[in-house]
């Protein structure tokens, strides 16, 4: 089966700085998701990736998904208190399009 | 606004009860939707695969009997968790994917508490 590590595990960021998350793949990513959570919450769609070498921005929030599709980055910009939660990707399986494997997650806090 | 709505958000039930789950699209049809089940500071555990009109494929390790879902209609999938014990608190979330988009949304999640 397919696994995904995420890392780091957490980070502590200052509000105003840059942070970036990584999720790496045993395999071939046919669709690489981001959400955010908050502890106890549901989870907030960020984005989907699907090409190799795909980017995609909204807001502060970037996402890249490597050219071999193993890789995903997620990028925040000038970090803000309200980027702090639980950052998860998650990944499709080939065989079934929505049934999602996901990572262990990054738990981000923005200090003042 | 949410697009995939989960009831009730919160539910504490007595040892040996059972209790509903329900899931609902709200603006888009979902022949299928998955039901995951998350503790507390861990990720996402797929558990089934909720089909509409079929039976669920449940996912090795997860009791079909214990955790019983229906899918009876487009926008609706429930997930029914049986002779509850305190093993089973936990959060459940579900999902749906709009084909018009290709977006997977995911439910508030439902937390339960068995008592």
């Known amino acids: 089966s397919q696994e995904l590590e995420q890392s780091p595990q957490s980070l502590i960021v200052q509000e105003g700085k840059n942070l970036t998350i990584n999720c790496t793949s045993s395999k071939t990513l046919y669709g690489l998701y981001w959400y955010k959570q908050k502890y106890g919450e549901g989870l907030i769609f960020l984005m989907m990736l699907q090409k190799g070498g795909e980017e995609k921005s909204h807001e502060k929030i970037t996402a890249k998904l490597d050219e071999k599709k193993q890789q995903s980055s997620l990028h925040i910009t000038a970090s803000q208190p309200s980027h702090a939660g639980i950052y998860l990707c998650g990944a499709d399986n080939e065989d079934s399009w929505g049934k999602l494997q996901f990572g262990a997650g990054t738990q981000v806090v923005v200090t003042p | 606004g949410a697009v995939v709505s989960q009831h009730p958000s919160r539910v504490i039930c007595k040892s040996g009860t059972s209790v509903k789950i329900e899931c609902r699209s709200l603006?888009?049809?979902?022949?299928?939707m998955f039901w995951y089940r998350q503790f507390p500071k861990k990720s996402l555990m797929l558990m089934a695969t909720?089909?509409?009109?079929?039976?669920?494929?449940?996912e090795q390790g997860v009791e079909k009997d214990k955790f019983l879902i229906n899918h009876a209609s487009l926008t609706l999938s429930t997930l029914t968790v049986t002779s509850a014990h305190p093993e089973d608190s936990s959060f459940y979330i579900c999902?749906?994917?709009?084909?018009?988009?290709?977006?997977?949304?995911f439910g508030e999640g439902s937390r339960l508490t068995v008592l």
């Open positions: 603006d888009f049809q979902a022949t299928t």
């Open positions: 909720s089909n509409e009109g079929s039976k669920a494929t449940y």
């Open positions: 999902s749906a994917r709009d084909f018009r988009s290709g977006e997977l949304f």
